[in-house]
């Protein structure tokens, strides 16, 4: 579990006070009028830090995903907190997130890999879960949205029905480029159409690895999900009817669901209750055999913000506490 403190964004003022800053690269202090609470992660990144300090510390972990691992990174946190920033950034330079340079940097490592004899093969996905309803991210403009759902195979990994799956280059930039643009449109489209869907709404960026070394009669497949969460406040469902009020439990459920399995795993449950929101069932590979999850928590330093921010560190740190098992990687028989 990783921590991450946003800057204070221009029109919040450049003289403000932040009221959770880091001390020490693993403890997090947040200020609410005389109290002090402390927190610890894995990490902690302070608001200064870039982009590229966000990715040295998950590369390796994403890279497993080569090594044949079901891997899922998750981003966090209330909207606003920083989340997409973290995951999908911005441009084409520094503010690139998680998403571009992982496909960058397992370009990079494919390459090597393809010198000592396997065959690589990689194709991605992009989809948003809305109202417990999968969207398909990367469809056809003209195409309109069909249902969508998710099927298990022999081996436990996920299809998901009529999904867009595009075959990708890691080291094309422009497909890559394209890819992601397209899927930003989709999402930011629903988003005057919908009462801001993308922060009702989790969205799902999935590499699926395949590779082959014909020599040593060895197929290895992985994969790779990066995931940014719907907005982790609680929506007021005072006085929220109809379309509203079926977000909000939706939103409060999935959220919940996705802290009830962290939970059941952590307690070694014999049940882990996968099957209760579309999210954990899609993802379910990544929470066992060869599974691998890490989460970053984003945080606004703003004081309005303090009484949400608490609910995040109290939520990531209760998770933070789960020991997922040793992960094994699959291997299986070419023929
Ligand atoms: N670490 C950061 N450095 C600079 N700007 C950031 C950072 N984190 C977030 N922002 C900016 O803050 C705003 C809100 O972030 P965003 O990622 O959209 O939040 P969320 O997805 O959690 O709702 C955006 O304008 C984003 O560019
Ligand atoms: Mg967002």
């Known amino acids: 579990m ?24 693993t403890t997090l202090q947040i200020v609410r009028g ?3 609470s402390k927190f610890q992660f894995d990490r902690v ?12 510390e998950v590369s390796e972990f994403v890279q497993s995903a080569l090594d044949g691992y079901s891997v899922c990174l998750f981003s966090y946190g ?10 999908t950034g911005t441009g084409s330079g520094a503010m690139r997130g998680l998403i571009p340079r992982s ?4 370009g990079l490592h494919k390459k090597k890999l393809d010198q000592e004899g396997w065959e690589y093969t990689m194709e991605c996905s992009f989809l948003e879960i809305y ?6 991210l990367l469809r056809d403009s003209k195409s309109s949205e ?5 099927k298990v195979g022999a081996d436990g990994r996920r299809t998901v029905t009529n999904l867009t799956v595009k075959r990708i280059d890691p080291n094309d930039t422009d497909s890559i480029d394209s890819v992601l643009s397209r899927a930003a449109k989709r999402r930011s489209t629903a988003s005057t159409d919908m009462n801001s869907v993308s922060s009702r709404s989790h969205s799902v960026f999935t590499l699926t690895i395949t590779a082959k070394h014909e020599e040593m009669n060895k197929m290895i497949s992985g994969t790779l999900n990066l995931v940014d969460l719907a907005g982790s406040e609680r929506l007021d469902r005072s006085n929220a009817t109809g379309q509203t009020a079926k977000e909000a439990v939706a939103i409060n459920k999935s959220l919940s669901s996705l802290t009830d399995v962290f939970a059941a795993i952590g307690e070694h449950s014999k049940h882990v209750p996968f099957r209760n929101s579309k999210l954990t069932y899609l993802l379910q590979p990544c929470f066992s055999g060869d599974g691998k ?23 990531a740190s209760s998770v933070n506490k789960c020991e997922l098992g040793k992960a094994k990687r699959t291997f299986t028989k070419v023929r």
Do not use: W, Y
Request: net charge negative; glycine share 6%.
């Open 2 to 25: 990783f921590a991450r403190i946003r800057p204070f964004l221009p029109h919040e003022g450049d003289d403000n006070v932040p009221f959770v800053h880091p001390s020490g690269e």
């Open 34 to 36: 005389k109290q002090e």
């Open 45 to 56: 990144f302070a608001p200064s830090a870039g982009q590229d300090a966000v990715f040295d």
């Open 78 to 87: 209330q909207t606003g907190s920083g989340k997409t920033h973290t995951m």
């Open 103 to 106: 496909i960058e940097q397992i």
């Open 131 to 136: 109202n417990e309803a999968i969207r398909d």
């Open 146 to 150: 069909c249902k969508h759902e998710i």
């Open 293 to 315: 999850t890490l989460m970053v928590v984003n945080i606004s330093p703003t004081e309005e913000s303090v009484q949400e921010s608490m609910c995040s560190l109290r939520f």
